[in-house]
């Protein structure tokens, strides 16, 4: 049931969709609107896009530049988390989408509005995100979603704001709908929609045409501090440069293409492209730091909850007690994610190549087949014995019935089970 709104802030891209929804909300709801562009790494130019807003009505127009909030509190969880939703897809747009809730909130309670709105579709995740972010953090505020209530295709779209002469950016007419930001670039729409056909290499940007990826391979070695990569090839960088830095190193390696079939929470399959060279390339090599320094154990447990941290961020539950705890167990298994990988980019991929830790668990003295081993080959076969001793007694209970004779000549269970039990 619409409220009553009288100050409205717009999650505003600068695109037609949000350049178009300005005058809406004005026409339909006799609100004033006050944009805000959330940096959150996207291109384009935010100034223009701000006067634009300015000239199609906007009553006040703001913008923040969350880049390095997003890389710190966003990115880096994600990234201790391996976060790769259904194993494929790192998360980008909808890691986004919380820091924009909670960034239009606080521009909400600065200005005094009752209304937040976005101009997400009917019919995808983002909405999701965007709603359950605000019902959470703000549940006082209205939310509008234009674009989900007034029922116009594109073409209609240029109509009316050609109609109310907005002054819109006109880029060359794009079938496909494209979200950006540091973590990565997803695009949906028009021949992509077609599952069984390769995508056109127009909708790449970041990856550039496969003709002009090096034909020689690049190694860059990215240092690690506690689960957080903090150098590239030895030079120190804050966390959104490496990022930028590392988007452009692998992009121009091809490293990152994805293209896959995604399950939204809407209840819908739908094919989904991505280009995310610096996320592919970071979570390469957490993992492969990961499997250097973590005991076996821990790495089995934090693989568990890796997938279930992606689908409740995926479902748009970034605020939530069980996104904080995970991020409060995956912090605590960070402390000696320390050290460096080496990254081999080459054509479209990138391989782990090496990988070093002052915290490694991988005893070159134990390890070694060399003379120099110090493992206690002598012990090996009685902790086999009693390692297989229920799996090997079962199975023979099971094949020959209770009360058969167990094992052969050297068999421990069969040993065991004539051993008088001492009480
Ligand atoms: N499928 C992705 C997600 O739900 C990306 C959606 C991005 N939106 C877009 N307009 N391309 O997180």
Redesign the pocket.
Known sequence: MAKQSEHVVLAYSGGLDTSVAIPWIKEHYGAKVTTLLVDVGQEGETRDAMERALLNGAYDARTVDAKASFAEEFLFPALKANALYQGI?P?S??LARPLIVSKLVSAAREVGADTVAHGCTGK???QVRFDVGVHTLAPDLNIIAPVREWNMNRPDEIEYARAHGLKIHVKPESPY???ENLWGR???GGVLEDAAAAPPEEVFDWTGHPDTWPTDPQEVVIGFEEGIPVSLDGQRLPPVALIQKMNALAGKHGVGRIDHV?D?VVGIK?R?TYECPAAIALIQAHMALEALVLPRELRSLKTQLEPKFSEVV?GGFWFSQVREAISAFLDSTQESVTGEVTLRLLQGGSRVVGRSSPYSLLAKELATYGRESTFPEGAAEGFIHLYGLANSLAYVRRRSGAGAPVGGGNSVAKTALSQPTTP
């Open positions: 897809y998360l747009t909808a995808g995740n983002d709908s494209v979200d997803s695009v949906e995604e939204r739908s989904e995926y």
